[in-house]
């Protein structure tokens, strides 16, 4: 089965810094996309980052010039690098994987368990 696994999650200080990793398992021919997204505490979940195969890279606004999406292929793993980290990033994170073909006909869409980010003021 195809699993997600994430890691680097944690409790910071406002200026602070994480980097959060995440890697794909399983029956995996390919991923088109790896995703972030996060959901603060009282609200729906947004996309932060994108991250296409070929390595193009998308992100929301509010962490444009502070968050880094990068991916390792041959290890299907995406990481997201947090800098100048401010109360209002305190969300669960969670790492997504868009369109996995798991075979010549199929693709599914995977999520991992979401992981903790607490900033403090």
């Known amino acids: 089965q195809v699993q997600l696994v994430e890691s680097g999650g944690g409790l910071v200080q406002t200026g602070g810094s994480l980097r959060l990793s995440c890697a794909a398992s399983?029956?995996?021919?390919?991923?088109?996309?790896m995703n972030w997204y996060r959901q603060p505490p009282g609200n729906q979940r947004e996309l932060v980052a994108r991250?296409?195969?070929?390595?193009?890279?998308n992100y929301a606004d509010s962490v444009k010039g502070r968050f880094t999406i990068s991916r390792d292929n041959a290890k299907n793993t995406v990481y997201l690098q947090m800098n100048s980290l401010k109360p209002e990033d305190t969300a669960v994170y969670y790492c997504?994987?868009?369109?996995?073909?798991?075979?010549?006909?199929?693709?599914?869409?995977?999520w991992g368990q979401g992981t903790q980010v607490t900033v403090s003021s």
């Open positions: 997504n994987a868009d369109s996995v073909r798991v075979s010549s006909y199929r693709w599914i869409n995977v």
């Open positions: 399983g029956s995996i021919i390919s991923i088109n996309a």
């Open positions: 991250i296409t195969n070929f390595g193009t890279a």
